[in-house]
């Protein structure tokens, strides 16, 4: 069992910045890949960045690469996604999530690949 908690949504200005945290309540980190979901108003949930459990590997969707940056802190079991270049078009309610994995798996765009899911966090960027 995990649970997830993000923080640090909130509103902000067109170009500015967020950082979000994930916090893991888990006895193992370690072996847990992350992932970052959203889903805006009246839009199905995407994906938006993974990262891997040792942290040496990420992938981004299209649209946030050059902006986002996904990262992990595995001694504070803490996931982190930066946002930079903030667009209207981010606003929405950002997901963690979670998925036991061996050391040499790939990483997954797919949020049926993930067990543990946060409550989300709200994201507003205003133009």
């Known amino acids: 069992q995990a649970q997830l908690v993000e923080s640090g949504g909130g509103l902000v200005q067109a170009g500015g910045s967020l950082r979000l945290s994930c916090a893991v309540s888990?006895?193992?980190?370690?072996?847990?890949?992350i992932g970052w979901f959203r889903q805006a108003p009246g839009k199905e949930r995407e994906f938006v960045a993974a990262?891997?459990?040792?942290?040496?590997?990420?992938d981004y969707v299209d649209s946030v690469k050059g902006r986002f940056t996904i990262s992990r802190d595995n001694d504070k079991r803490t996931s982190y996604l930066q946002m930079n270049s903030l667009d209207p078009d981010d606003t929405a309610v950002y997901y963690c999530?979670?998925?036991?994995?061996?050391?040499?798996?790939?990483?997954?765009?797919?949020?049926?690949?993930?067990?543990?899911w946060g409550q989300g966090t709200q994201v507003t960027v205003s133009a």
């Open positions: 999530a979670a998925r036991r994995t061996i050391l040499t798996a790939p990483l997954s765009r797919q949020q049926g690949a993930y067990t543990y």
């Open positions: 888990r006895r193992t980190f370690t072996d847990l890949a």
């Open positions: 990262i891997t459990r040792g942290g040496g590997s990420s």
